[in-house]
């Protein structure tokens, strides 16, 4: 396959885990990667970005030298739709041919919410953590609510992790600035058990948590709006005056330019081998895509990476002529922060396990960050 082309479009964690796996195996064609910018931007760490744990520069890896050792080339644009055969990428530059792909342009929030635009998003990007610093640095009372949302048709498309942890975090961070007591938290989510995918321990375990904190809770009712200083349930309506919150996920906006098939979700609809179904040489990993297993299949960077190992080795099978026949482990890998201790909840479809905050998974979580940039820097 010397004379093959592969093209991976993203430059997140599916995307470079992608290109890693596709050199381990030995292929030596061409591999495009197609992204606006080169740079790799480590979401995960946002969330110590309003207690001033973390910057913006400490979170963006430039890919150059990645790239360079890996011998890819970077087209530095937007996609914008496939052809009929997804053999052409239309991209904001012009036209990449390519021999086969694998999709792994992430997800896209909901955004339809009314009134949404009083909240920040939080996993937006950087430059959303960056708000709510400077907003909480000016905020001397009042109450912050923090929640999140799901796909009404794919009920796995949702991100929920990340806000209990700038909820604890946030908690944290006021009482060591002595401002808890004047500023009130409130937790909100449709599910009257928000997290279960997590399993049920760890559900009881977030829940007596925000109770322990005095953390206030407004759960099991559907979302109807927020406005300027306030959310608006079926409920009930409370005060907020500072909104985070994170919508479900659908697809990329170019999927209506593609001929790509779609989940009820609006993800690409994949098999367990992460192909795409009715394609050849198409594979999807991450965000973008809609997998057979467990409901509470997670959507993160660990099973982006997992997905990632398989579509590149399936990829690489077919274009020999061989059958794809890899599939990928469903494991949830999360490390619960709070600035100074962390909470490891681990599921797989055999086994689900809750160990206690500590100071050891707080330091776990910093390590691993630390050794995952490494191989991109």
Known sequence: ???????????????????????????????????????????????????????????????????????????????????????????????????????????RFIRKLPGIEHAITPCEGIAAAEQIRDRLRTMQQGTIAVGFGANPNEQSAVRGGPMFEFLFGIDE??????????????????????????????????????RRRGIGTHLGHKMVRFEADKVVTEGGEFAADMILFMPGLTGPAWLDQS?????????????????????????????????????????QAHMADLQAEAAASNLLAEMAGKPATRGFKVELVCIIDALDKGTLVYRTERRNLLLPPSRWMHMAKRGFERRYLAQYR
């Open 173 to 210: 961070q006021l009482r060591r600035e002595g401002r808890r007591d004047r500023i009130q938290l409130v937790f909100f989510n449709p599910s009257p058990r928000p997290g279960n995918r997590l399993g049920d321990k760890a559900v009881d375990h977030l829940l007596n948590e925000m």
């Open 259 to 299: 001929p790509l098939p779609r989940s009820p979700g609006g993800m690409v609809a994949a098999d367990a081998h992460c192909k795409v179904a009715g394609f050849d040489k198409v594979y999807v990993v991450g965000d973008s895509g809609s997998f057979p297993g467990p409901d509470w299949m997670p959507k």
């Open 1 to 107: 396959m010397p004379n093959s082309h592969i093209t991976v479009l993203g430059a997140g964690f599916g995307a470079l885990s992608s290109v890693r796996v596709l050199r381990k195996r030995g292929f030596k064609g061409r591999i495009t990667v197609v992204a606006p910018r080169a740079e790799l931007h480590y979401l995960p760490g946002t969330i110590w970005i309003p207690a001033g744990l973390r910057t913006r520069e400490q979170l963006i890896v430039p890919l150059e030298n990645f790239f360079r050792r890996m011998q890819v080339e970077h087209v530095a644009a937007q996609v914008t739709g496939l052809s009929d055969d997804a053999r052409t990428v239309h991209t904001s530059s012009g036209m990449v041919q390519t021999d086969g792909l694998i999709v792994a342009s992430g997800g």
